[in-house]
């Protein structure tokens, strides 16, 4: 992360001083190029989506995250409780566009499913073909915008399939660890599949970057 900004506050009480030194949150750079998911996704939607939507969740998270600040060193407890929806709604939009833009690359073929991923998706929902089903219904299925999540139970290593609102982060909202995720709002797909959500949600299967995903599942199931 990049430290990109100072912020020093300094409260005098007799001689006490307090300087915070805090980080931005920034817009993480693609490791593909923008068109390089075509035809899956086209070049258009990817820099909107990127430069544009989760830019913007970036900016939003800083600026929430500065008024924050400023609400705790005055101890309005009102404002503090007022920003919170804010501060979800754009944390989670940063952290789930940085987790998809990873969980996706042009070289799929190239990538590969762990075999222990791979017995776990077989014995948690029967076959990979059941797994992909379950999952595109969860994604198609969801009302307005959200995503569609592969999870796993950091405590049991079960794998989950399970539906979030808006932003909402799945590890901070319901403690299981994000592995795959798809993202179906609108500005997802909608300039190039106008509303056949599910042709997108079925042709994003494409180009799931494997060796990433595998490695999430690895890393949680190799903790105590
Ligand atoms: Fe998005």
Redesign the pocket.
């Known amino acids: 992360m990049i430290l990109n900004n100072i912020v020093k506050n300094c409260f005098q009480k007799t001689n006490v001083y307090l300087i915070s030194v805090r980080n931005k949150v920034t817009l993480p750079s693609l490791r593909y190029k923008y068109e390089d998911l075509e035809p899956v996704i086209s070049r258009d939607i990817m820099q909107l989506?990127h430069s544009k939507?989760?830019a913007a969740y970036v900016n939003n998270y800083n600026a929430t995250e500065e008024k924050l600040q400023q609400a705790l060193s005055q101890g309005d407890a009102n404002s503090v409780l007022e920003l919170g929806s804010a501060l979800k709604f754009n944390g989670g939009?940063h952290i789930?566009?940085s987790l998809?833009w990873e969980m996706l690359t042009p070289n799929s073929s190239n990538t590969k499913i762990s075999d222990k991923l791979n017995g776990a998706i077989e014995n948690t929902f029967g076959s990979f073909n059941s797994f992909k089903s379950q999952l595109s219904a969860i994604a198609v299925g969801i009302q307005g915008s959200g995503w569609a999540w592969l999870g796993c139970n950091p405590t049991t290593k079960h794998l989950l399939l399970i539906p979030c609102a808006n932003q909402d982060p799945l590890k901070e909202t319901t403690g299981l660890i994000p592995l795959f995720g798809i993202?179906v709002?609108e500005?997802?797909y909608y300039l190039q599949y106008k509303n056949a959500r599910a042709d997108y949600v079925n042709a994003i299967f494409e180009i799931i970057n494997w060796n990433y995903v595998s490695q999430r599942f690895e890393n949680v199931t190799s903790r105590n």
């Open positions: 989506h939507h989760h939009g789930n566009h998809f993202d709002w500005h997802a």
